[in-house]
């Protein structure tokens, strides 16, 4: 019977090809939005945690602020997207404290400064200042493309930039040599970077776009002061990484007299929190592209009491020759689950021709996976289900006599 | 042990002041093996009559036995399951689903009954053969006269073995000739054992019937067994007999209704037009004439 209802409907939908694929085209834009949105999140997320490793495992970071709530196994349950910018900053003493732990290898301050640098009429004010120390390349495990990178305890206005930097300031590949305006400053270029991964939507900042100078510097143009959004560190040995970060934490709690208001973080924190904070961003533009998903089901819904009006006449007959209410109350919930599960169908299609042009167009990766593929195919099949029972009620309850009479 | 047992049954619609009588204390008992012919003006119940004999529709009150069975009462779901199996339906309109093969259409209730498909297939081609429309099992309704596709509803009612057999005007629609081809092959099912329920208006058709019931307002009025090929006596006597048109009726047209003496023989071959003068009209003669019409 199931079979025979499936060809039915396969047969109703080819009959009204228009009809169904206006019907279908809600589930159509639903689906194809939900997965598409799933799959950059999917795709940053996965482009974060390359990057991550890329930076390898023993790296530890300490930022200000509360990022995240740990259990009591330390794994993170909770993200915060906007601690760091309502936190006071880290300080140069806690930076001392953090680089005197026993077995640090070296620990790299990332102070943010405000800024927009210019040279001779051009500005580029989407360029990011950093005031930081030598060990930066090590820390990102990133290379000077051309020049080199300051030394330890450079003092002097000199600034390694990354290659946006380079092109949208400089005007040209490699400027170094060159000198900009930074707050009234002179500053010397002394190297550029590699290019850096571009993460688009990843809550990292973009380095390609960042001018790098030295921590002394930095103070200079701040007023002797040094706020430090985030301080890298290494340990001596991979092995040491846990003990490391817990020294740090506790000596850190020390000497802020016992106030938790920093996190000490592994790369694995990193990651969980990265992912934390994209699922809560991809969830949240979910649920409202979802909406559309519904409205498809509510369009399905329309067209399938039109239809069951339209079909009296059969319906009629196909109680006359025995159908029970219960056989024909399939008989349309499977039609209408059809033509959503078909509409999911086309909606995966224009989800992968959505993944291919954004993939091509932009610096997205996303990335599709079966199991989100699959999900979309059984929630399109349930819409179909939920939104087909009320009008299949309808033709059930029709009166065989009255709906033989209707021509 | 008959086939069908109607007791006592009525049918009501709306109430009150409002209330219509659909069928009126009816009792009829069918045999197996019968050909019945019902009869009646509009109106009279036969439509309803069947119905509520293939189980479309449930009596207000009474007692209906189907083969053995009361079904006056069932629910919806078993009242589906008795017409699936015990009753074939053949309509004056064909009824066939437009947008299925032949040979779907005449398989469809194997499929509510849950038959595989090729098995349900097979069954339908062999139907198909019996009514000789083998060689149209792959062709759409829309490709069918109005014969051959009332033959195929004939194969449909026929598909699932059925104690009952309800035709309502199956000729209603169709010329003589494809009116004569489908008459004979429910005739030929009638020979072959099936109990055959039909209604018309066709006083002609009555010649298939082995009993003829005529229906007025509700209630059963005459009941007469005949011979095959025979019209009943009671059809000669009543006013549904052949048409008593003449050439002068169709030159006065309308009014020649109004002129019938009702003491005067059939067909008012005696007023003539020149002699127009209204007579004594009565309500008898009327009627007459009217169902003469139809």
Redesign the interface.
């Known amino acids: 019977?199931v079979?025979?209802n499936f060809k039915i409907a396969m047969?109703?939908i080819k009959?009204a090809k228009w009809r169904s694929f206006f019907t279908m085209l809600g589930i159509i834009i639903g689906v194809a939005s939900v997965v598409t949105i799933i799959s950059i999140g999917e795709g940053v997320k996965k482009q974060v945690s390359e990057e991550i490793d890329r930076r390898g495992p023993d790296l530890i970071t300490v930022r200000p602020g509360k990022v995240a709530e740990t259990d009591e196994n330390g794994r993170i349950n909770s993200a915060s997207i906007f601690s760091s910018l309502v936190n006071a900053p880290l300080s140069e003493n806690d930076l001392k404290v953090v680089s005197g732990t026993s077995d640090v290898d070296y620990a790299v301050p990332v102070s943010y400064l405000s800024g927009v640098p210019k040279v001779e009429k051009t500005e580029m004010p989407r360029a990011v200042v950093f005031g930081t120390s030598g060990d930066l390349p090590k820390a990102l495990n990133q290379k000077i493309e051309y020049g080199a990178f300051f030394d330890k305890g450079a003092n002097k206005n000199v600034a390694v930039i990354g290659p946006r930097v380079a092109e949208e300031l400089f005007k040209e590949t490699v400027p170094v040599g060159a000198s900009m305006q930074l707050r009234g400053q002179s500053f010397v270029v002394v190297g550029i970077f590699e290019e850096f991964n571009d993460i688009s939507l990843s809550p990292e900042a973009d380095y390609n776009t960042a001018i790098f100078i030295p921590t002394e510097a930095a103070k200079k143009l701040n007023n002797n002061q040094l706020p430090i959004q985030q301080i890298l560190l290494r340990p001596d040995e991979l092995s040491q990484r846990d003990e490391v970060a817990k020294n740090v934490e506790s000596r850190l709690l020390n000497s802020h007299a016992g106030q938790h208001d920093f996190s000490v973080l592994t790369q694995d924190n990193n990651r969980s929190i990265s992912n934390e904070i994209l699922n809560i961003l991809t969830s949240l533009v979910t649920a409202v592209a979802a909406v559309s998903l519904i409205v498809g089901g509510i369009g399905i819904m329309n067209v399938m009491i039109v239809s069951v009006t339209e079909r009296t006449?059969?319906i009629?007959?196909?109680?006359?020759?025995?159908?029970?209410?219960?056989?024909i109350l399939a008989q349309f919930v499977i039609e209408s689950a059809v033509i959503s599960f078909v509409g999911g169908i086309f909606g995966i299609i224009v989800s992968l021709v959505a993944n291919f042009v954004l993939r091509v167009s932009t610096n997205l990766v996303p990335v599709i996976t079966l199991p989100i593929m699959g999900i979309a195919l059984v929630v399109a099949l349930l819409v179909g289900v939920v939104f087909g029972v009320a009008p299949a009620l309808k033709a059930a309850q029709k009166d065989?006599?009255e709906a033989?009479r209707r021509? | 042990m008959p086939v069908i047992l109607l007791e006592d049954v009525n049918k009501l619609y709306g109430f009150g002041d409002a209330t219509t009588i659909a069928l009126d204390e009816v009792e009829l008992s069918i045999e197996r093996g019968e050909f019945v012919a019902i009869m009646g003006p509009s109106g009279s119940g036969k439509s309803t009559l069947l119905?509520v004999i293939?189980l479309?529709?449930r009596p207000t009150h009474g007692k209906y036995m189907l083969d053995g069975r009361h079904v006056a009462r069932l629910r919806?779901?078993s009242r589906?399951?008795v017409?699936?199996?015990k009753v074939g339906?053949i309509?004056q309109?064909f009824?066939?689903?437009p947008?299925?093969t032949v040979i779907e259409n005449v398989a469809?209730?194997l499929?509510?009954?849950?038959m595989l498909?090729t098995k349900r297939l097979k069954k339908a081609a062999a139907m198909l053969e019996r009514v000789g429309l083998s060689e149209k099992e792959y062709f759409y309704p829309s490709q069918l006269s109005g014969g051959q596709a009332q033959r195929v509803a004939i194969a449909?009612a026929l598909i699932?073995d059925p104690q009952i057999i309800i035709a309502d005007e199956p000729t209603g629609s169709l010329d003589s000739a494809s009116s004569r081809l489908v008459m004979e092959l429910l005739s030929d099912i009638h020979k072959a054992g099936n109990t055959v329920l039909m209604v018309t208006h066709n006083p002609s058709l009555t010649k298939y019937a082995s009993r003829v019931v005529f229906m007025h307002d509700g209630s059963i009025v005459a009941d007469e067994q005949t011979k095959l090929g025979e019209i009943p006596d009671t059809l000669k006597r009543s006013m549904y007999f052949a048409p008593r048109k003449t050439v002068d009726d169709d030159l006065k047209g309308v009014s020649s209704l109004m002129n019938t003496m009702p003491d005067e023989k059939p067909a008012a071959k005696k007023v003539s037009v020149k002699k127009a003068t209204p007579k004594k009209r009565t309500y008898k003669a009327r009627t007459k004439k009217a169902k003469a019409k139809k």
Request: net charge positive.
């Open positions: 019977m079979t025979g047969d109703s009959h006449h059969e009629g007959i196909r109680k006359a020759v025995g159908a029970t209410n219960r056989q065989p006599i033989l021509v | 119905n293939g479309l529709d919806q779901q589906a399951r017409r699936r199996d339906f309509f309109s009824n066939l689903l947008r299925m469809l209730p499929a509510y009954k849950g498909q449909r699932n």
